[in-house]
């Protein structure tokens, strides 16, 4: 079946500008998880839904940051007026619930570029 | 706060033979779920294993299983009978009951695979 999908794949983007990210995740998963993966780190948790429930955003970095699950499958996340550290590569991860076991599927991520 | 180390940046291992990445955590929980996942160059993160905290059994999964020692708060990863296609970067990462099951990730270690 298919997996999670990001596009685009890889964006280029001038300081300022806002750009937005797109999630498509596993069909019939109910939470969605977005990270951020800067060079030679580790993921940063920015931002996770639930089904119906309130997001939990707590890893947002900045109210420059948000993110929106339409119909409870796929997802945005936009940064508004980018600076060069959010350059980054932006993981989308889905799940078919909260918690574990359940595993984390991750889509192949976007990698964006401030200049 | 809860912190994943990985204290190996590189790591290289001749074609065939055992590798171990190390992996040391630190959290006052007592429940907690531990991952390793594999990030090949198409950047798609992988569950490589997860081990259950309350377990003392370590996790095997084919030629991949975990050391895992509670009270060091280690969970080291070993790689029999390395293939090629295990070169890639390895993340080890800790999950919380309590922290809405966020992971929370090590910088990742590169495992290069010699031929």
């Known amino acids: 079946g298919a997996g999670v999908s990001q596009s685009p794949s890889n964006k280029v983007t001038e300081k300022g500008k806002d750009v937005e990210l797109r999630c498509d995740p596993i069909s019939g998963h109910t939470a969605l998880y977005w990270y951020r993966q800067s060079l030679g780190q580790g993921l940063e948790f920015l931002i996770y839904?639930?089904?119906?429930?309130?997001?939990?955003k707590s890893g947002l970095p900045s109210d420059r940051f948000s993110a929106e699950r339409t119909g409870g499958s796929v997802s945005t996340l936009t940064i508004q007026r980018t600076q060069q550290e959010d350059s980054a590569v932006y993981l989308c991860?889905?799940?078919?619930?909260?918690?574990?076991?359940?595993?984390?599927?991750f889509g192949p991520g976007t990698r964006l570029t401030v200049t | 706060a809860q912190t994943v180390t990985q204290s190996q940046p590189e790591m290289s291992v001749q074609e065939a033979e055992t590798v171990t990445l190390s992996c040391t955590y630190d959290?006052?929980?007592?429940?907690?779920?531990l991952f390793w996942y594999k990030q090949p160059p198409s950047r798609q993160m992988i569950l490589v294993i997860r081990?259950?905290?309350?377990k003392q059994q370590n996790a095997t999964e084919n030629r991949f299983s975990v050391n895992f020692q509670k009270a060091a708060k280690s969970f080291s990863l070993k790689i029999s009978d390395s293939q090629l296609g295990d070169a890639a970067m390895y993340f080890c990462?800790?999950?919380?009951?309590?922290?809405?099951?966020?992971?929370?990730w090590g910088a990742g270690t590169k495992l290069i695979i010699k031929p």
């Open positions: 959290t006052s929980e007592s429940d907690y779920y």
């Open positions: 081990q259950e905290a309350y």
């Open positions: 991860a889905s799940s078919f619930s909260r918690g574990f076991p359940y595993e984390q599927y």
């Open positions: 839904f639930q089904g119906n429930s309130a997001p939990d």
């Open positions: 990462a800790i999950g919380l009951m309590d922290s809405n099951y966020q992971l929370i």
